[in-house]
């Protein structure tokens, strides 16, 4: 019975000084922990921000790509207004034909400018035509919707009839008629021929608000018109050399000033 | 710290908040009750190093059981069965479970009402880790942890007589050890009276 109540003693020593005891675990030992809960990542943290960096640089790069492409649509399209109001009914149909494309679109206007050309033609070989129905009906005729053009004096015969043939006896023979044309500029057509729908058109697209463009698109412009060799811009980026040379000047003029200022 | 305590006041809260896996309530948890399990781990296995270990994959282990735990007995007593097991594992798989030594039988009974009073639990522990592998597992588990000769023996694989005799054997070995200290601590008249006894 001793040996039992001595073990019982025992037990019990051991078992209440170690109750509330604690051990100072490690102060790593939440780290640990912390490091095993978390699954481990198959790339490194550093991997991982670069991937992320270089997804946002590429998402970047082909926005700013798509909006210079649709701006440059757009002022194709802005170009092309007019045209298309002058031609309504063929260009509709080219436009059905072919793809809206760029350079097809440059085609088509290539087209229209050499009908237009043709047209050109076609009104001063009208205008010659009114010309030598206007002689024939005489300077009164009032049937001609073109304005009053200044013909030429008609030159006076020493018989004093009006170009009538030296060789003409009053016969109905043939007649020559001799016809002064002045060559007349392009922008000195009559009113009719210049279609002044055109005009307002064109106004209409002067007019047209243009869209502003993002800083950093103005900036890229400027480097692709600089690469292509074209006139860079500094106004739209904001800059002016001119200002900038004028600002690094200022300080020192400004600053001799003030010492002298003090001096005095 | 405070502002955590604060937050979980209750235990039953401090469960909810764990069973939804808040990060909060696991720090709270851990800077609660992991020393308290550091002490269990390092009696079963004796080496600061791997009790840490076996410490940390005992809370792993609670965290993500804590879902099974019915609130019926002590939290407390729950994490202290998660953690006698993970240390139980680790020992099955180091296969050293069945470690024997033939230690001699105690001579000398301690004055207990002195050790009670002067014997620090630090100096306990130190006298658990000396002990061999065999006779410090089955004195845990009965004596500290309270399990019966059959459930020890179920849990080691061991006979229910193999754990009374190992039993014995830490006894007097811890017995032994608990004398030593009396007589160097200098509480050499009962440590005499003792001697004396046992002769």
């Not at chain 2, 851990?30 to 296995?45: A, D, L, Q």
Request: glycine share 6%; net charge neutral.
């Amino acid at each position: 019975m001793d040996s039992k109540a001595n073990n019982e003693r025992l037990d019990e020593l051991f078992r209440s000084k170690l109750e509330t005891f604690e051990t100072l675990a490690g102060d790593r030992a939440w780290e640990k922990l912390q490091k095993a809960q978390r699954p481990a990542s198959r790339f490194p943290a550093p991997t991982r921000w670069i991937a992320a960096a270089v997804v946002a640089g590429v998402c970047l790069a082909a926005g700013f790509w798509f909006g210079i492409e649709r701006e440059e649509e757009a002022m194709l399209t802005a170009a092309d207004a007019p045209v298309r109001k002058e031609n309504t009914g063929r260009l509709e149909e080219k436009e059905k034909a072919a793809p809206a494309e760029n350079g097809i679109q440059a085609v088509v206007s290539e087209h229209e400018r050499k009908d237009e050309t043709a047209q050109t033609m076609a009104a001063e070989e009208k205008r010659e035509k009114e010309v030598v129905v206007s002689s024939r009906k005489g300077s009164g005729a009032k049937d001609s919707v073109s304005p009053p053009v200044e013909l030429p004096q008609p030159v006076p015969s020493d018989s004093g009839k009006l170009n009538t043939p030296v060789g003409a006896t009053g016969e109905p023979a043939t007649r020559v008629l001799v016809v002064y044309v002045t060559p007349v500029p392009l922008d000195e057509t009559p009113a009719m021929e210049k279609e002044p729908e055109i005009v307002a058109q064109a106004a209409a697209v002067e007019e047209a608000p243009v869209k502003k463009k993002r800083g950093i698109q103005r900036f890229f412009k400027q480097l692709r018109n600089a690469k292509t060799g074209e006139k860079v811009d500094w106004e739209e980026l904001g800059l002016s050399p001119q200002k900038t040379y004028a600002n690094v000047e200022t300080p020192v003029g400004s600053r001799q000033q003030h010492y002298q200022k003090k001096g005095n | 710290m405070g502002k955590i305590l604060q937050l979980f006041s209750h235990e039953t809260q401090l469960i909810r908040a764990l069973r939804a896996r808040d990060p909060k309530a696991q720090r709270l948890l851990f800077e609660k009750f992991s020393g308290r399990m550091m002490t269990v781990c390092v009696r079963y296995v004796g080496d600061r190093m791997t009790a840490e270990d076996i410490l940390v994959q005992g809370f792993m282990k609670i965290f993500d059981a804590i879902s099974q735990f019915r609130e019926e007995g002590s939290f407390e007593g729950w994490m202290r069965r998660i953690m006698v097991n993970e240390a139980l594992a680790f020992l099955r798989q180091q296969r050293r479970l069945l470690e024997n030594a033939d230690l001699a039988e105690a001579h000398s009974i301690p004055d207990y009402q002195y050790a009670d009073e002067h014997l620090h639990a630090s100096e306990i522990i130190r006298m658990i880790e000396k002990l061999p592998l065999g006779y410090r597992t089955v004195f845990n588990l009965y004596a500290i942890e309270g399990f019966t000769h059959m459930e020890i023996a179920k849990m080691l694989g061991i006979t229910e007589s193999t754990s009374k005799s190992q039993l014995h054997r830490a006894r007097a070995s811890l017995q032994e050890m608990v004398a030593k200290w009396e007589a160097d601590s200098g509480n050499g008249t009962n440590l005499n009276d003792s001697l004396s006894k046992s002769i």
